[in-house]
């Protein structure tokens, strides 16, 4: 049954090229648990009960109804997909999912099977890449279309970006696999490493942290006792002196000479607050003092930074530049990709995209 509906869906959403999808959807619960979600300045019902578990992206939503059934909403329209419930794996652009050996992909306007005999344990998901371990003991890649072998035996660890896929091999390489390129980056195993756009951040064994960036090798720090995070383009890490740093586009900044107080990174976006409780930014290479305090909360989605500031009106920053959300106090809020839910009180709620605000009551 999953396999006809599943060319049934390929016919459909060719069909949808002249027809387009929504974008940044907002499901929700309301007061009385039913299952909404909002989508092009529309408010749509979709169960009549509350909805515990689903998945979103920047055109879809797929979600496990109260029968447990898996259902897919896409371009204004719910389609089930099947009546068991399969492991599922989303990003902004991708919605991969697994029966058995079998596997799943919405990609674009196009829901097909990519997969026939993948090993049945998880697979590495991105917003472009899809890698598997298959029932030949190979380790297999999806991208644009086609799929091609990386390894002639299977691996088991990995990391993944949006767009690059960082691996150990059977001698203990660590390769990276970046824009449909195959790359050797270190000859030895290290003792951490973590996918970026186009890069691999790792701690070589005696300790060293090295970025290879555009096919560069760059070495940012000899002790990594502080560790390191990675997203997208960014690395932050601590340097010899305990100094805060992040790396970005093959060059280093220096943002504290100390730890900061918090700090949170996701996708392209940092922020962190300094001793005196400043609330800083980093992006695309600047720093910008948000506030001259660090809000209590903080959401950070699809390069866009949301919080509430000293008067609790919201607050966002995207592409630079900051902008008011909400004239009104917010007693709470959420935010799914560039979608921000939020309460003015217990029965009027708004969605603001992009700086276009709409009322649920």
């Known amino acids: 049954m999953t396999n006809r509906k599943t060319l049934y869906l390929v016919l459909f959403f060719s069909a949808l090229l002249v027809k387009g999808f929504g974008q940044f959807l907002y499901p929700f619960n309301d007061n009385f648990n039913r299952f909404y979600v909002f989508d092009e300045g529309v408010f749509e019902q979709l169960e009549f009960q509350p909805v515990d578990e689903y998945f979103v992206g920047n055109a879809y939503l797929a979600y496990f109804d109260p029968r447990g059934r898996f259902q897919l909403y896409f371009g204004g329209e719910k389609h089930e997909l099947s009546l068991n419930r399969p492991n599922v794996y989303s990003t902004d652009h991708f919605l991969a999912y697994q029966f058995g050996s079998q596997i799943f992909l919405l990609e674009g306007n196009k829901l097909h099977q990519i997969e026939s005999w993948a090993l049945q344990e998880d697979l590495w998901v991105s917003d472009s890449i899809v890698a598997y371990n298959d ?21 088991y660890t990995a990391s993944i970006s949006n767009n690059s896929l960082a691996y150990l091999d059977i ?64 690395v932050t890490f601590y340097d010899d002196l305990g100094g805060f740093n992040v790396f970005y586009q093959g060059v280093s900044y220096p ?43 903080i959401t950070i989605d699809n390069n866009l930074i949301v919080y509430q ?46 700086g276009e605000d709409y009322t649920f009551e």
């Open 135 to 155: 029932v030949y003991n190979r380790f297999n890649v999806y991208q644009t279309d086609s799929a091609q072998t990386l390894e002639s035996w299977n691996i």
């Open 255 to 297: 943002l504290l000479a100390y730890r900061p107080l918090s700090y949170e990174l996701k996708e392209n976006q940092l922020v962190w607050s300094d001793r005196n409780g400043f609330f800083f930014t980093f992006y695309k290479g600047e720093i910008t003092r948000l506030e001259s305090y660090m809000p209590d909360e």
């Open 171 to 234: 001698n203990k390489q660590l390769k990276l696999f970046s824009r449909g390129q195959q790359y050797i980056v270190w000859p030895t195993q290290p003792t951490a490493f973590t996918a970026g756009q186009n890069l691999v951040a790792f701690q070589t064994g005696i300790g060293d942290l090295q970025v290879w960036y555009e096919d560069e090798l760059y070495t940012l720090t000899y002790n990594t006792n502080g560790g390191f995070d990675v997203s997208d383009e960014l």
């Open 309 to 354: 500031d000293i008067n609790g009106r919201l607050k966002g920053f995207s592409q630079g530049e900051k902008y008011s959300i909400s004239s009104r106090i917010a007693t709470d809020f959420d935010q799914i990709n560039q979608a921000v839910l939020y309460r003015e009180n217990r029965f009027r709620w708004h969605i603001n995209i992009q």
